[in-house]
């Protein structure tokens, strides 16, 4: 049976002028540089957010925690904002559905059938002989997370990023992931701080043409920004994506500053299947702090098959020395080796996936919560966060009829948008972000402007587009 592997695959989907684009899930890469022994099950499996040594709230750091307009649960619906209570009030997914008070959950409400059949063919029929960039995704072909929250995915290993000097995270969620995330729409945002605060992700759609999510991640011990921008073809029955920018990582302690490039993806067994996802290419993670240089190597699957996700790689410190050597398997175990001792050190090993993740669209831990909304979060999101997002949320619930339609109409509105803009002169300009040059790359980035957080505090926005309602624009 056809099961749809488009994972981490972006596509501008609604438009009339729509074209083929791409944004990848991706893990990171940084250094090592100690001989701790792996202490991976202290983390707690899938969702790990914590980290080696002393504990530092973001408070303490002068970081701000935000607390909305009340921490209890239970305040009537006139206490939130006009647009979430628009939504809970008006709108046939939310309210209909059931927002609990629990901070995380074990499960998504409804579990789904790994085995089901999708009309794949007569889809792909529909796309012979057309322009690629002109065809409208059904719902069927999504998992109910927006690509934003995907971004936000790379977070879950952060913790890594507190031992020694680093290690990679691996692709593992792409083994898994059959589905590809929908499209943020234009001034959608997402927000993310786990139970124990250790750290905060915001990120926002700031372009729909290409389409292009933006984050960034803080904490007492690291900063990280990237974002989606991709270069993307199709090579025969396959899909290739390449990114086109980096990602930073910052680590405070020490001031070292990471950048480095994803490895390509490659999508392929589209017709005939089985669907595989494959990551191979270069990395090369580079410390400008202390000119420290990781080379990796993902090997990419043979024509014939073999072994997917084999890693091998080197170390060198500034003065070109080299420190280790790299080997493991990106859905497997990450490991290092003391080029002068030859002493082994695992740095990462793959976690079991919670029981029915095939029911949940092949979900780990961590990505289950990511649309979790409970009620306490209904009085500090913005009104533009994905969690809101009714056609996704009807799709978590397995209500496809509903999600269908919900989805035709938000994107039936982000149309109507661009062309009031268009009439007006108007051009659409990123809430939290800025697009600019990276000094230390001369890449096109997008740079945190500052201020959600603050925003947040107060429960301040106004300048933020309805982009959920049955409101007109």
Not at 35 to 43: A, F, L
Not at 82 to 106: F, G, W
Not at 207 to 220: K, Q
Not at 381 to 394: E, F, G, K
Request: net charge negative; with cysteine.
């Amino acid at each position: 049976g056809y099961e749809n592997n488009y994972n981490g695959v972006q596509i501008d989907e609604e438009e009339d002028e729509e074209f083929y684009s791409f944004s990848l899930d991706d893990g990171y890469v940084h250094m090592p540089g100690g001989q701790e022994e792996e202490e991976e099950k202290k983390y707690g499996g899938d969702d790990r957010t914590q980290f080696n040594g002393p504990q530092t709230s973001l408070n303490e750091l002068g970081l701000t925690i935000p607390k909305g307009l009340g921490s209890k649960t239970g305040n009537a619906i006139q206490d939130y904002h006009p647009v979430i209570k628009n939504l809970l009030e008006q709108n046939i997914v939310l309210k209909e559905t059931e927002i609990p008070n629990t901070i995380t959950r074990d499960q998504l409400p409804h579990l789904i059938d790994p085995n089901q059949k999708f009309p794949f063919w007569s889809f792909l029929k529909d796309m012979i002989g057309k322009d690629l960039s002109r065809f409208t995704m059904p719902v069927w072909m999504n998992e109910p997370l927006s690509f934003l929250q995907r971004l936000c995915e790379q977070i879950e290993h952060l913790y890594l990023l507190d031992k020694a000097n680093g290690s990679i995270t691996p692709y593992a969620n792409t083994a898994t992931r059959h589905k590809k995330p929908f499209n943020p729409l234009l001034g959608e945002t997402f927000e993310y701080i786990p139970p124990d605060k250790s750290y905060r992700f915001i990120g926002e759609q700031v372009s729909h043409h290409p389409p292009i999510s933006a984050g960034f991640a803080d904490s007492p011990a690291f900063q990280l920004w990237s974002d989606s921008n991709v270069k993307s073809g199709i090579k025969g029955v396959s899909i290739e994506v390449k990114p086109l920018g980096s990602t930073h990582a910052i680590l405070k302690k020490h001031n070292d500053h990471f950048t480095f490039r994803r490895p390509i993806t490659q999508v392929s067994g589209l017709v005939l299947g089985p669907i595989v996802v494959d990551n191979f290419g270069e990395v090369t993670v580079t410390n400008h702090t202390n000119k420290d240089v990781a080379v990796m190597n993902l090997k990419k699957l043979g024509m014939f098959g073999g072994t997917i996700g084999d890693i091998t790689g080197t170390i060198k410190d500034g003065k070109g020395n080299l420190r280790y050597k790299i080997v493991g398997n990106w859905n497997k175990d990450f490991r290092i080796i003391d080029a002068q001792t030859n002493q082994e050190t695992l740095i990462w090993e793959k976690t079991p996936l919670p029981p029915d993740n095939a029911k949940m669209f092949g979900f780990n831990k961590f990505a289950v919560q990511l649309n979790h909304l409970n009620q306490e979060m209904l009085h500090q999101i913005a009104p533009t966060d994905s969690r809101l997002r009714p056609d996704q949320r009807a799709w978590e619930q397995g209500k496809a009829e509903l999600a269908s339609s919900e989805k035709h109409r938000l994107e039936e509105k982000q149309r109507a948008r661009r062309k009031v803009y268009q009439t007006s002169g108007k051009v659409h300009e990123p809430r939290w972000f800025k697009e600019v040059i990276d000094p230390i790359t001369n890449e096109k980035t997008y740079h945190y402007n500052g201020g959600y957080w603050e925003s947040r505090e107060s429960q301040n926005w106004n300048d933020l587009l309805d982009i959920y309602t049955d409101n007109p624009v």
